[in-house]
């Protein structure tokens, strides 16, 4: 957000869909959505779920409950997507805020807005360093164990059937590609992610179970560990369906297609299932004026995203939101644009990558 603030709505094609919106017939393939203005540009593109229906595949977006009010946001998401991530309302912290008292009305909103558009929704994340309560840190060794069970349990119980998938384990391996060092590994040692899955498994046996993380897209030390990992709960029988690979990228030094499509194939090849489950392009690193960094933005979502379409056992690709007016970006890397909508809810040339690679075009 706020990198060029104007500058994607001057795009001549932003303007076209604005022009259209505001004069033109709708066409059918623009149905009216009540309450949502037909002038927002977002209303008046190709829905991409149609595309990726046409491929069997998911195309996901990370939301906020608390925007699903909005009227602009609500419209542009349910006419776009069939696959919904909590951004953070199905963490631990944002549930049990104190120790027994669960609050589930965040997750459940979004479960409900997905089900009244005939999207499916998917849970993340049930065991992650970045969303531990105060209170769970404080507690004695002792009861560590019981909380870490209770709260699996609880969780994945209260979304049974309302979620399709999990995120079990979310960025358990490190940087340097050693087990990360987090609470859940110092409390309970690095068996902690394999009973992660089981406790997954028994509180939810129809959801399929993934483990979660970034900076393993390519072909990695982080990557070869995490396929390690999984290869490793696989020989164990730990019920592991898949990985999700985060995929938030910087288009300046981002991985290579060919080592994204190697990483994917080697991990298919132990019978998993992948899933692109935090998209983000960054720009703000790329030479160039602003029509070559949102060019260059549109051929990284059309390949990476290609290279899910291509690949059979690759489910989907979920975007970490879908407008530049709701990032999480811009605070963890400084301002940039890294979505496909831009703040006003026009299309960018990303969105027209993302698009074709559904279509397999
Ligand atoms: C981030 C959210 O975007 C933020 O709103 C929240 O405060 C912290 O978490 N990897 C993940 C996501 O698996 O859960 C993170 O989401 C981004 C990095």
Partial sequence: MAMHRLAAAALAGSVLFAQAGCSGPRSPASPSTPGVPSAIPGMQAEPLRNAAAASGKLVGAAVKSS??????????????????????????????????????????????????????????????????????????????????????????????????????????????????????????????????????????????????????????LKADRIYSLVLGLRAQGVPIDGVGLQMHVNAASRPSDANIAANIRRLVALGLLVNISEMDVRIRDVPGTTQVRLDVQKSTYHSIVGICVAEARCDGVTLWGFTDAQSWIDAQFGADDPLIFDEQYAVKPAYYGVLDALWRR
Avoid: C
């Fill in 67 to 220: 925007l699903l009010n909005d009227a602009v946001y609500a419209g542009v998401l349910g006419r776009h997507f069939n696959y919904l991530t909590a951004e953070y309302e199905m963490k631990w912290d944002a549930i049990e805020r104190s120790r027994g008292s669960r609050d589930f009305r965040g997750g459940d909103a979004i479960v409900a807005f997905g089900q009244a558009r005939g999207m499916q929704t998917k849970g993340h994340a049930l065991i992650w360093h970045g969303s531990v309560p105060g209170w769970l840190a404080a507690l004695p060794a002792a009861e560590f164990r019981a909380a870490f069970e209770a709260h699996i349990k609880a969780v994945a119980e209260h979304f049974r059937g309302q979620v399709v998938a999990w995120d079990v384990v979310n960025e358990a391996i490190g940087d340097d590609g050693s087990i990360r060092d987090t609470i859940f590994r110092q409390k309970l040692g690095d068996q902690y992610i394999a009973d992660a899955f089981r406790l997954a498994k028994q509180a939810d046996p129809q959801a399929l179970l993934f483990y979660n993380d970034y900076g393993g897209e390519g072909l990695t």
